[in-house]
């Protein structure tokens, strides 16, 4: 019945060789310099001439915040809305159009706090979206304000004695409320972002990646120990499907399960790496454990990569399959049918 | 057996009143049906509490459905009550002054025992204490009367209590001359799977009518000649139901999916059930997490192509107002429905009201002009549906429709119109072999083109913050956003010259204008008449376009001394024509939750003519 649809399919050339450069706008980008959305903008241009998608497929919607600028920045279609509603507004484009790629750009205030409902609930019908949450522990375009991942005591422009609040665990909120896939990552890792990013764009459905993205200007600094080439092996772990839970600065440190508490143990204690927890990105309640390892004890690293992915029917598909069943059991589309309902009379 | 008179009316109001669990919407509904289809024109008015299901035989638990029929001039479920069907005690409390003096009350004799009466907080029995003296009183039996009927059908007392309601619709149907076939097959299509339910109902509403024919009690049928309708095919429709066809209609029209993103609220949530049972139509919905999201959504499809609504009430318009404010930004078609309920805050949730006029017209930040349509009718509400589609894919704009509870339950015999008749939908689209410019506008329209994303060359970014004029760049140029604010009005206020003009009807001669917009529509039809029958002249006309105004309304205004405005509100319509056109006009304001009823807007205009009368 669409006349747009078919439009499409005419038009669409299903050119897929594309580089980066395709992807970049000639306007300029409008980030401080030294912002760290400049190393996640730079992935997905590069990441996107891999997908085997055609270009014109991609959409990028954005909130705002600094990070809202992100679906301005590549050259695809792209949204840039209102404060904490791209993800609201990309279900239903991706409900309307589920052979589009969207992508949803969105920052900690944007998506956990003013838009932290449709968050939640877009991981609970796991739509097919992959969000992209740049988590600056500030309200960086308001200049400085906390936000809900701002740490306990965090001395911000609204918070001169310190914030009170617990910040939200973003990847733990993911996970508890439904969303398929949960990655986290930072702006200085490349290659971590890359990995992430396809894995993304290859499941079906909702993909949460949470990005620790460095704002020079208001919170400069505040994920060094993650991110930093000093500190991130003592500070960070790398989990890979399958793999044991390693880390340490060579490499020598590891993580146990005691109980249901994770815990830190060194091969100079005699374990060795066949005894360290290994990795099962299928396994809901580990990612779970995994995702909250070091925000209650500072002991532990902080976890980085895809911390769950497992496949369940995307809202999306779910619709589509319903369509699809109706059809079939009630025929053809009869809109003058449905207008004269059951009870019609007629009068000559 | 006596001898049974007939007497003939030209139309009759029934209203059935009863408990929230007697099952009075249905018998209602069933009568609408069977007196629309057996050719009367016929309109109905649910009135239910907010309570869910108050507890039983309460004053507040009252429930009722009320039908005017008759063979020509229905155009409002009717001021006054001929026939009162109470089936308990309160419900006789609550509905009473609403019944005619002499008119006919049909009770349940059960629904007044002891416990009933100390609910309804009646000293003493209504029925023998000669307090209903002025009216004809059938006193039945009617849980004895279908207990005996069904007796040898093994059924619980609970289940057959239920039939109660079906039984005093045949005593009806008897009563009012219509036969028992239309709900009978209503009852073996609904209770095809549940033998025994079916069988009890049938039984029942049999007796019921047979009951009519032979208790000497009722001597008399009263008789309504049928209408003489236009030739063609009609149903029963609710407006809530009318607008959900009236966007299928207008995206089969213009070939484009149809997108529903809504959170429920009453009195708009049917039209979200409505549409979600589409589904083999290929309709998508989302039942959102808030009204924001309902919108956003709808926002999200609209960029992708899809025609796109959502559906509200003046609590769920009032968030939405944010991103009704994007769509105005982006230039993007949506259609945002507001079935209007009492307000302000949870208000009146269940009853009609008409005052979020200005809220649609103006409440939204900065200069964000937005076309305001108002359906008239149930029925209407289907082609104001689709009218509300086409402006908004034409002109690429966001569009508000006001219905109200009043116009989203009441139903109206509603002749089904021809797909192919319908005015044609324009669908804006860019040409993908030109280079695309996203705020580049039509001579004609000011409307820019959609370029939808999968079109290949046309990728460009939109979005809230202000874009310069025809490339869209983000611009903060202070000539650019004065020409685009500028420019944005242009185009709604251009829509005027693609609306009907106003047309005034009645006796145009008349120095006296009776204005009205949406649902007061039947009111005002119905007022006119018994104005005419007393010879009082006037002219009347009906607002359905109020952003932007017909052309022809300052016009129209200025040829009339007196402009009577009636609103279930305090006066927004008005408002806007004093602030827009100068002229001064008379209000009648009536925000009770309840429509207004012809008698009043009949009893107020004559008293305006006549004060100013006495003045010259
Ligand atoms: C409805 C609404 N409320 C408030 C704002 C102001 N506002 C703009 S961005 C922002 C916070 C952004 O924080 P975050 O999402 O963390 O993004 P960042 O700028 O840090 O990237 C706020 C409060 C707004 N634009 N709209
Ligand atoms: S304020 Fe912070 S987050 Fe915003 S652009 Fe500058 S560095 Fe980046």
């Known amino acids: 019945m669409t006349n747009i649809l078919e439009e499409i399919s005419k038009s669409c050339g299903c050119d897929t060789t594309y580089k980066p450069a395709d992807f970049k706008v000639e306007n300029d980008v409008r980030w401080c310099s030294g912002c760290g959305s400049y190393g996640i903008l730079s992935q997905v241009q590069k990441i996107l001439p891999e997908l085997g998608v055609p270009k014109e497929k991609f959409v990028f919607i954005s909130g705002i915040g600094c990070s809202g600028r992100f679906s301005y920045y590549v050259d ?51 739509i097919n979206l992959n969000v992209l949450m740049f988590n600056n522990e500030v309200y960086s375009l308001t200049k400085g304000q906390y936000s809900p991942t701002s740490q306990q005591g965090q001395v911000t422009k609204s918070s001169p004695l310190g914030v009170l609040e617990e910040p939200f665990v973003p990847a733990g909120l993911a996970l508890g409320s439904g969303a398929t896939m949960v990655g986290r990552g930072f702006d200085r890792d490349a290659a971590g972002m890359k990995n992430m990013f396809k894995a993304a764009h290859d499941h079906q459905g909702l993909s949460f990646i949470e990005l620790y993205t460095n704002c020079v200007i208001f919170n400069d600094s505040a994920f060094d120990p993650f991110t930093s080439r000093q500190s991130r092996k003592e500070h960070t772990v790398n989990v890979e499907h399958g793999k044991p839970l390693v880390f340490g600065e060579n490499d020598d440190k590891g993580i146990i399960m005691d109980g249901f508490k994770p815990k830190v143990v060194s091969l100079a204690d005699g374990y060795s790496v066949s005894d360290f927890l290994v990795h099962d990105q299928h396994d809901v309640a580990l990612a779970y454990i995994i995702a909250q390892m070091s925000y209650h004890n500072p002991e532990l690293p902080r976890a980085m990569g895809i911390l769950q992915s497992i496949v369940k029917p995307s809202y999306d598909q779910l619709t589509e399959a319903q369509i ?25 | 057996m006596m001898d049974k008179t007939q007497k003939y009316f030209d139309k009759l109001t029934i209203r059935f009143a009863g408990d929230s669990g007697d099952g009075m919407q249905l018998s209602g509904k069933l009568f609408a049906n069977a007196a629309a289809s057996s050719g009367k024109i016929a309109r109905t008015f649910p009135d239910f509490p907010s309570e869910i299901r108050a507890p039983e035989g309460t004053l507040y638990g009252v429930s009722a459905y009320q039908v005017n029929f008759g063979k020509e001039d229905v155009h409002t479920p009717g001021d006054e009550v001929d026939i009162l069907v109470a089936m308990n005690a309160s419900s006789l409390k609550t509905n009473l002054k609403l019944l005619k003096k002499g008119g006919i009350i049909i009770t349940d004799t059960e629904g007044f025992n002891r416990k009933n009466l100390r609910l309804s907080q009646y000293e003493e029995s209504p ?69 025994e339910m079916l069988e009890a109902n049938l039984k029942v509403l049999d007796a019921g009518y047979l009951f009519g024919q032979r208790f000497e009690g009722l001597p008399e049928q009263f008789i309504i000649d049928d209408a003489s309708m236009q030739a063609g095919t009609y149903r029963n429709i609710t407006g809530n139901e009318a607008t959900a066809l009236g966007m299928v209609a207008a995206a089969e029209n213009a070939k484009l999916e149809l997108f529903l993103g809504s959170y429920p609220i009453t009195p708009a949530t049917e039209i979200l059930q409505f549409i979600s049972s589409y589904k083999s139509f290929g309709v998508r919905h989302l039942q959102a997490e808030d009204e924001i999201a309902g919108i956003c959504s709808a926002i999200g499809a609209s960029y992708g192509g899809s025609l796109a609504f959502t559906t509200t009430s003046g609590p769920g318009l009032a968030l939405k107002v944010e991103a009704s404010g994007l769509a105005v930004m982006t230039e993007l078609p949506l259609v945002i429905i ?23 017209v103006w409440g939204r930040h900065g200069e964000s002009p937005m076309p305001v349509l108002a359906a008239a009718s149930p029925g209407d509400c289907f082609h104001m549906a689709y009218e509300a589609s086409r402006i908004a894919l034409k002109y690429m704009t966001p569009v508000i429709l006001l219905t109200d509870g009043y116009l989203a339950n009441s139903t109206e015999a509603w002749k089904v119109p021809d797909l192919n008749m319908l005015p044609k939908v324009e669908v804006q689209l860019a040409d993908p072999a ?17 370029a939808v994303p999968g079109m290949k060359g046309l990728e460009h970014r939109i979005g809230g913050l202000e874009k310069a004029d025809i490339t869209g760049q983000v611009s903060h140029d202070p000539d650019n956003h004065q020409l685009m604010v500028d420019l944005r009005q242009q185009k709604v206020d251009g829509i005027a ?105 009949a009893s107020e205009v004559e008293a305006i003519i006549q004060t100013e009368t006495e003045l010259v």
């Open chain 2, 434 to 450: 030109e280079p695309y410019q996203p705020y580049k506008r039509d001579d004609d329209t000011l409307s820019r083109k959609w």
């Open chain 2, 497 to 601: 010259n693609d609306i009907p003009l106003l047309k005034v009807e009645g006796d145009t001669e008349s120095d006296c204008l009776i204005l009205g917009w949406g649902s007061t529509y039947g009111a005002i039809e119905s007022a006119y008449k018994i104005l005419n029958e007393k010879g009082v002249k006037v002219a009347k006309a009906q607002l359905k376009y109020i952003n932007p105004f017909p052309q022809n309304l300052g016009d129209v205004l200025k040829n009339y001394d007196k402009v009577i405005v009636p609103e279930m509100n305090k006066g927004q319509l008005a408002t806007m024509l004093r602030a827009k056109y100068l002229k001064e006009v008379i209000q009648v304001n009536k925000v009770k939750g309840i429509p207004f009823k012809a008698m009043e807007i």
């Open chain 1, 324 to 348: 699809a069943h109706e059809q079939e059991a009630k025929g053809k589309p009869d809109v003058q049918k449905l207008l004269r309902g059951k009870d019609s009379w007629v009068v000559e």
């Open chain 2, 127 to 195: 029925l023998e204490s000669g307090e209903l003296e002025e009216y004809n009183l059938l006193a039945l039996d009617v849980t004895k009367n279908i207990q005996q009927e069904l007796s040898n059908l093994g059924m619980s007392p609970k289940n057959i209590k239920k039939t109660r309601n079906i039984y005093v619709l045949g005593v009806v149907f008897w009563l009012t001359g219509h036969d028992i076939s239309s709900t009978a097959n209503w009852l073996k299509e609904k209770f095809g799977k549940k033998p």
């Open chain 1, 76 to 126: 695809t279609y792209g949204f840039h809305s209102i404060h904490g509603r791209p993800i609201a507004i990309a279900s239903g484009l991706k409900l309307a159009r589920p052979d589009l790629s969207v992508w949803v750009a969105t920052g900690d205030g944007d998506c956990m706090s003013i838009g932290g409902n449709h968050m939640i609930h877009a991981c609970r019908r796991n």
């Open chain 2, 338 to 360: 507001n079935v209007q309920r009492g307000g302000p805050s949870t208000g009146l949730p269940t009853k009609p009201e008409q005052s979020d006029l200005l809220m649609s």
